[in-house]
């Protein structure tokens, strides 16, 4: 049966990109094998979102998926022969124009467009129209590359901001491969390395090898698209006179000024201090800031709360209902 990659990210059919994507990186976070080690069917399942979002999170790849179905998937697959044969076929069944009697045994299977098998007939017949429309895998010139392996690979947050090179070794080579992982690296990110793949079954180019790129969470940083978010600890002290704080950034550190009278979650933009990825504009970076109140209490410290409280609203809790 026929994978339903939409129902595989749990979205319709006709959702657009950035619905897939936030669909995608929600899955990818719960299924993840390092929240879920040892467990198969959440491996499988992780998989199985990882292939699909590779399909409809790529226009080109949707277009075609959508159009033909997995078949426009395989190696060799061409669309404009489909669409052809397609029509080809409407023609036939509908018993109006085209080529004249059509195949015996009814439709062709799309099959056939990888094989070169017609039912009913052989290549090179003059009754065959596929014979010049389509080719046959006998005609085929040449030699042809080998497959593309896949392969899934960890990295820590900071690595996939900036980018890193990796030592890899292939077990067909003694010579280990240098791997650059460019900056900007997203979960579910795809690096594709030529010539390491599986070799060619008759002297062509090797395959290549695709490295399905996961990342490890970080323990101050989140990360959405190429945005990022900080959460900063104030003192109360901060929040109400308002100081200026040093926070890390990935190009080093930055002062930012508290202003007076900040609330905790308050969130200040920082431009330009998000993900920087080739060719595109870099992201910004988000610093939230949190209050922190002082451990325990103490007569004094209750005393200055009652001071603190003369300025405060009579009920901060006034629009707190549904």
Partial sequence: M??????????????????????????????????NAGNKAMETRFKEVNRAYEVVGDEAKRKLYDEFGEEALRDGFDAEKARSYKQWQSRAGSGGGGFRGGYPGGAVNLEDLFSGAV????????????????????????????????????IDFVSAVRGTSLQLRNPS????????????????????????????????????????????PHPLFERDGDDLTLEVPITTSEAIKGAKVKVPTFDGEVALKVPPGTNSGTKLRVRGKGVARKGREPGDMYVRFMVHV?????????????????????????????
């Fill in 119 to 154: 039912p009913g007939g052989n290549a090179g017949e003059a009754g065959d129209p596929f014979g010049d429309l389509f080719g046959r895998a006998s005609r085929r010139r040449g030699p042809v590359k080998g497959r593309d392996h896949e392969q899934e690979l960890t």
């Fill in 294 to 322: 002082p451990a325990g209490t103490t007569p004094e410290l209750e005393r200055l709360a009652d001071e603190i409280a003369k300025f405060e609203p009579a009920d901060v809790r006034v629009n707190l209902h549904i």
């Fill in 2 to 35: 026929a994978t339903d990659f939409y129902a595989v990210l749990g979205v319709p059919k006709d959702a657009d990109a950035a619905t897939i994507k936030k669909a995608y990186r929600k899955l990818a976070r719960d299924l993840h094998p390092d929240k």
């Fill in 173 to 216: 080579s003694p010579e280990p491969v240098t791997v650059r992982i460019p900056p900007g690296a997203d979960e579910g990110s795809r690096v594709r390395i030529k010539g390491q793949g599986a070799a060619s079954p008759n002297g062509g180019p090797s395959g290549d090898l695709i490295l399905v790129i996961h990342v490890e």
